[in-house]
């Protein structure tokens, strides 16, 4: 409990210290917007006692849309923790206290699910922000899940990539990328079904109790793997694209759990230009 109250205590001034820097880099459209959450989360996970290792890196300096799978909240921290990105989240997201607040300044694009009419302008503000140099992470599954497998990807929002595409005149090409994540372990052992529903956050699960759960567990373990970024194309098929990353990150996955074990610190990685298509 002590050691839960100091932790609490600690988000709390980490939250008050870079909250009025985020808000003054947003209202002035700074760069350094993209920065802070990046390392307020990184200081988040430090914090909380996530341990991060790394697979592969994440390429390319100019627009890259991400396609992960999904296993919890912590996913958010896990990842921006690594790399500055924008996150797609339903539209509800944003109307939960504090959490929805927080979501807000880390400049998340949100989308209503239920409404497919307004798949276009969704899929406009997302190629907007592609196109403004952001690295946009899309949980293509559509929801979380317990880990223990990959869902199918759903293609609708890929189309950001084209809407890029047509509205860019300086681009022939945007990166995707797959991404897994895959939890390791908890609290020094292999997160087998005894420990995953302590780590996943999915269905019906409470939140409040599921976040206590997290920041009392005192270390968890993840990997974070990244396949190959593909140089897309206006004539690529947005399915095909889905099909594909989703291949590639139930291999991550797997991979992942089979090699539970070590963890390594979190790691920067650098970024590196993609290569335009021949």
């Known amino acids: 409990m002590i050691r ?36 307020y989360h990184r200081a988040l996970c430090l914090l ?35 790399t500055p990105v924008v996150f797609i989240a339903k539209s509800e997201v944003a109307r939960w206290p504090v959490f929805g607040w927080l979501s807000k300044l880390q400049r998340t694009i949100f989308i209503d699910r239920q409404a497919r ?24 599954e559509g929801t979380s899940s317990d880990g223990t497998r990959v869902l199918p990807f759903r293609s609708a929002l890929i189309g ?40 996943a956050w999915y269905g019906d699960a409470d939140l409040m109790p599921h976040l206590l759960g997290i920041l009392s567990a005192g270390a968890i373990d993840v990997t974070i793997s990244w396949g190959d970024a593909v140089a897309t194309e206006m004539s690529a098929d947005r399915k095909q694209i889905a099909r594909d990353a989703e291949t590639a990150v139930r291999k991550m996955t797997a991979a992942a759990r089979r090699g539970a074990a070590v963890p390594g610190p979190i790691d920067q990685p650098s970024a590196q230009p993609l290569p335009e298509p021949a």
């Open 160 to 199: 950001a990539v084209h809407h890029a595409l047509g509205a860019s005149t300086q681009h022939t090409a945007i990166a995707v990328q797959p991404m897994s994540v895959a939890y390791t372990g908890y609290r020094g052992l292999p997160i087998g079904r005894e420990f995953r529903e302590r780590v």
């Open 4 to 39: 839960l109250t100091l932790l609490i205590a600690a988000l709390l001034i980490l939250t008050l210290v870079l909250l009025p820097l985020q808000l003054i880099c947003m209202a002035f459209d700074l760069r350094l917007q993209r920065t802070i959450p990046h390392l």
């Open 48 to 82: 909380i006692g996530v341990r991060i290792r790394q697979v592969g890196e994440r390429r390319g300096n100019g627009p890259v849309l991400i396609l992960s799978n999904h296993v919890s909240w912590l996913d958010i921290c896990v990842i921006s923790a690594l």
């Open 117 to 140: 009419h307004r798949t276009g302008a969704a899929t406009k503000e997302i190629g907007d922000r592609l196109l403004d140099g952001d690295a946009v992470v899309l949980f293509a």
